[in-house]
């Protein structure tokens, strides 16, 4: 079992940057990969962004691409997601998520879901 905790969301003005971080524990966090997603109110969850085991290869989203940067520390057990130049359109509860394989954009190749944390960006 792997349990992951996210932390960084909050409210922000259109333009500006948040930074989440999800923490894991349980089983070896490097064997790993791990993704963040999220899902506004009436809409289906959407990949953001993902990142393999060692951190040496990331995956995004076209709608966040150039904006958003997703790291890991395996040393710490943590992912991080460094989101900029934030647009109300980002508005959502992000999640972040584990699994063993290397199917990144798809939510049901992860084994291991964070509680959510909630984005608001205001306009």
């Known amino acids: 079992q792997v349990q992951l905790v996210e932390s960084g969301g909050g409210l922000v003005q259109a333009g500006g940057s948040l930074r989440l971080s999800c923490a894991a524990s349980?089983?070896?966090?490097?064997?790993?990969?791990m993704g963040w997603f999220r899902q506004a109110p009436g809409k289906k969850r959407e990949f953001v962004a993902a990142?393999?085991?060692?951190?040496?290869?990331?995956y995004y989203a076209d709608s966040v691409k150039d904006r958003f940067t997703i790291s890991r520390d395996n040393a710490k057990n943590t992912v991080y997601l460094q989101m900029n130049s934030l647009k109300p359109e980002d508005t959502a509860v992000y999640y972040c998520?584990?699994?063993?394989?290397?199917?990144?954009?798809?939510?049901?190749?992860?084994?291991?879901w964070g509680q959510g944390t909630q984005v608001t960006v205001s306009s």
């Open positions: 990142i393999n085991w060692s951190g040496t290869n990331t």
């Open positions: 998520a584990a699994q063993a394989g290397i199917g990144y954009y798809t939510a049901t190749r992860y084994d291991y």
């Open positions: 349980g089983r070896t966090f490097s064997a790993y990969a």
